[in-house]
């Protein structure tokens, strides 16, 4: 340096409160180091952006219509790194102003959090801000800052620090307009200077940013920030070449929902709902697929507060312009602007869904294959869009085909003037549920009844409890009618009072009571609930929670019009305490038991089921 260089060289302090920063900075960050990067890459977009409007208006700038982008030189042998962008540049003053002082509230916030945690792990607060220039002082010894404004009249400038107390400003040889970051890094960061390591750090945080950013030779984020198009202007191409970078899926997705929001909040979303689920999803109840950015720059992965959980299968981004810049975790689990998103996606969302039902049903039934036990949680969880979402489940019934499914509508729409009431049944599968002794009372009658197999519809339809003022109701529930066909029943009301009292008797500690039954056609006999059906998986989970739980007993009813329970009356009044009786009745017990899924020890029963075969053979 010259003399005359030398006495244009400037000494400044940083102001108070930068240098307490900077030291926080410097000695508390030492996780997520690799950020500096991005908020580099961030400022220089931003500097690119800024130039783009100002282009708009004057021609008598600095470089006019250079191509904007940004350009990272590695140096491995002077262990150094340079960030360099065409953007508006900063002049003598701006240096100073921009680069050595807190100007933003949102910094001078992040310093008070800070101190307010003196005591506590920071790591995990600082980990996750934005941090702006100043976090490149975790990496490096000495920053010197070369910029040219696009302001004609101005002479290029550089700014250098060791980024503890002082700063200095010089005149610059840098010849084109922008700036140009140059990184003295620390011994220990030598890794960033290699090429391999920055290209992944850019994949990472600036895929979107809208500028090339070029290492080397190479031409680093080539994929455009899609949802910052307009609809009309995104090709179906586009859209799932971006869903598969950012999802890692194979397949195309089912559908997306595109949002260009501007008003009271600015933001874009593009969402999609894959095509086939994952077992994650059902796994992992807390990890959501929503990656939040703040105008093109990535800034959390994974989101959770931008969807409720029972969309948590959507993948996607959301960019918004109207988060604070420092953005931690902690900002956006209490964000209203995040809340308010929030909202309207889900809406959205339903809508989608909504429009699949009606207009493409055969898509929202694959939807509801994949996701649908997932999507169902909503039911019960928000309570805003509950209305929509039951119009939304999908059942098995035993007025359809196998492979057939309705709404609460449609099962309405088929409903006879005089049937009052919704009903269900649940079970293992839906065969046995079309085969359920349960379910005859109705088939005879012609009443449709809603055949569930998901343990959460069972666990449902007690939460939803009405569709359209009507009552949704198991179908062991229901208030029976006597039953109209009673000629064959020619027993002696006597005998019957006593036989029923018998078996009482047999299985005083299995049953809560014996009764003739009005709901059987063709089956001997069944058990119903006064207190209404559990299902055996929740009777499991019961158990697992209270090893001493015990279900409560059932009802057994008994059709005095079947031949077996014919013979058994006949056979108790020839001998009231016949041994072949009780092991009739217990066998029964244990049959009907095995019928609802809840059979414990299945050898008594099958010992006496071949004993009888043996006896029909002889
Ligand atoms: P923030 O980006 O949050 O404003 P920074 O500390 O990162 O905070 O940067 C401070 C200011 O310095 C920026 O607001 C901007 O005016 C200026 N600046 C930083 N980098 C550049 C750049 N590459 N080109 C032009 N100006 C810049």
């Known amino acids: 340096m010259s003399k005359k260089e030398q006495e244009d060289v400037k000494e400044y302090s940083f102001q108070a409160e930068m240098e307490q920063l900077m030291h926080l900075i410097v000695h508390s960050l030492y996780t997520h180091k690799e950020i500096f990067l991005r908020e580099l890459i961030s400022n220089a977009s931003d500097a690119m952006q800024k130039l783009r409007f100002i282009e708009l208006t004057e021609k008598d700038i600095e470089g ?32 100073k102003q921009n680069l050595g002082t807190v100007a933003k509230s949102g910094t001078l916030n992040f310093l008070k959090e800070l101190k307010a945690k003196e005591n506590e792990s920071k790591t995990d607060l600082i980990g996750q801000f934005g941090v702006g220039f100043y976090s490149v002082f975790m990496v490096a ?52 200077t290699g090429e391999y390591t920055i290209k992944n750090i850019i994949q990472k945080y600036s895929s979107f940013v809208e500028f090339p950013i070029q290492v ?86 994974d989101c959770k507060e931008l969807l409720p959980s029972y969309l948590r299968f959507l993948k996607g981004v959301v960019d918004s312009e109207d988060l604070p810049l420092n953005v931690s975790r902690e900002v956006t689990q209490h964000s209203a602007v995040l809340a308010k998103i929030k909202k309207a996606l889900t809406s959205r969302v339903i809508k989608l869904l909504e429009g699949w039902a009606e207009k493409e049903p055969e898509k929202f039934l ?8 997932i999507f169902k949680e909503g039911v019960e969880s928000d309570y805003e869009n509950k209305d929509k979402l039951v119009n939304l489940l999908r059942f098995k019934s035993s007025s359809l085909k196998d492979d057939a499914w309705t709404s609460f509508a449609d099962y309405l729409g088929r409903m006879k003037a005089e049937q009052k009431k919704i009903y269900y049944l649940g079970g293992r599968n839906l065969e046995s549920l079309r085969s359920s002794p349960a379910l005859e009372y109705f088939s005879v009658r012609g009443i449709e009844v809603l055949l569930i197999t998901d343990l959460i519809d069972e666990y449902l339809m007690p939460v939803i409890a009405k569709y359209n003022e009507m009552e949704i109701i198991h179908v062991e529930k229901a208030e029976v009618e006597s039953s109209e066909n009673k000629a064959e029943d020619t027993l002696d009301e006597n005998d019957k009072k006593n036989f029923i009292s018998r078996i009482k008797n047999i299985l005083a500690d299995k049953t809560e009571d014996i009764r003739e039954s009005n709901r059987l056609v063709n089956s001997p006999c069944i058990l119903v609930s006064s ?24 009802i057994m009813e008994l059709n005095f019009n079947h031949p077996l329970i014919r013979k058994l009356v006949e056979s108790h009044k020839k001998d009231a305490v016949s041994p072949e009786l009780e092991k009739s009745v217990k066998t029964m017990f244990d049959a009907l038991t095995l019928l609802e899924d809840k059979l414990e020890n299945p050898n008594q029963l099958v010992e006496n089921l071949f004993e009888y075969m043996n006896q029909s053979l002889a």
């Open 141 to 192: 010894n000495e920053v010197t800052v070369k910029s040219k404004s696009y302001q004609k009249n101005e002479k290029a400038m550089q700014w250098t620090s060791t980024g503890t107390g002082k700063y200095s400003i010089a005149p610059s040889d840098k010849n084109n307009r922008g700036t140009e970051i140059i990184i003295q890094l620390k011994k220990e960061e030598k890794e960033y």
């Open 216 to 301: 080397g030779e190479e031409h680093v984020n080539k994929s455009s920030a899609l949802w910052r198009k307009k609809t009309s202007e995104i090709k179906t191409e586009d859209l799932n070449e971006f869903y598969k970078f950012i999802s890692h899926d194979f397949n195309e997705p089912l559908g997306h929902i595109h949002l260009n929001a501007e008003g009271a909040l600015t933001y874009s979303a593009l969402l999609f709902i894959p095509e086939k689920t994952t077992i994650d999803v059902f796994q992992k109840p807390d990890e959501f697929h929503v990656h939040l950015y703040l105008k093109k720059v990535f800034i959390q992965n």
């Open 366 to 373: 694959k939807f509801y294959k994949g996701f649908g036990n």
């Open 531 to 554: 207190a209404g059906p559990m299902n055996p998986q929740m009777e499991q989970m019961m158990k697992m929670m209270n090893p001493d739980y015990k279900a409560p007993k059932k």
């Open 64 to 95: 006019v219509g250079e191509e904007l982008k940004i350009n990272i030189k590695l140096d491995e042998k002077k262990n150094q790194i340079i960030v360099e962008d065409n953007g508006i540049g900063m002049t003598e003053e701006e240096l």
